[in-house]
Nanobody, 119 residues
């Protein structure tokens, strides 16, 4: 059974940082591309970033490029998202998601972790 469990969210002030983790199990983590997706209250899902299976390539939305960094530890089956210089508009539920292998479609999602940037 595929499981994705996010952690690390919280309440921070604008300008501060957080690191989210996503613990993966039930599949060959090192073979799958992974993404982070977020949803702010009352808004649609927004793609945040993607990392390929071996971590060699990363892709970011324009709204987070230069502030967020995605990484992975394939030995520990864990995906990370470092959020720097947080803005109030980054407030959202953050989900990690697994890509189909091969391909770009997302076929499994975690339960999410809440990030709130507020003064």
């Amino acid at each position: 059974e595929v499981q994705l469990v996010e952690s690390g969210g919280g309440l921070v002030q604008p300008g501060e940082s957080l690191r989210l983790s996503c613990a993966a199990s039930g599949f060959t983590f090192s073979s799958a591309g992974m993404s982070w997706v977020r949803q702010a209250p009352g808004k649609n899902l927004e793609w945040v970033c993607t990392i390929d299976a071996d971590g060699g390539r990363t892709y970011y939305s324009d709204s987070v490029k230069g502030r967020f960094a995605v990484s992975r530890d394939n030995a520990e089956n864990t995906l990370y998202l470092t959020l720097n210089s947080l803005k109030t508009e980054d407030t959202a539920m953050y989900y990690c998601a697994k890509h189909v292998v091969p391909g770009l479609l997302l076929n499994y999602w975690g339960q999410g972790t809440q990030v709130t940037a507020s003064s």
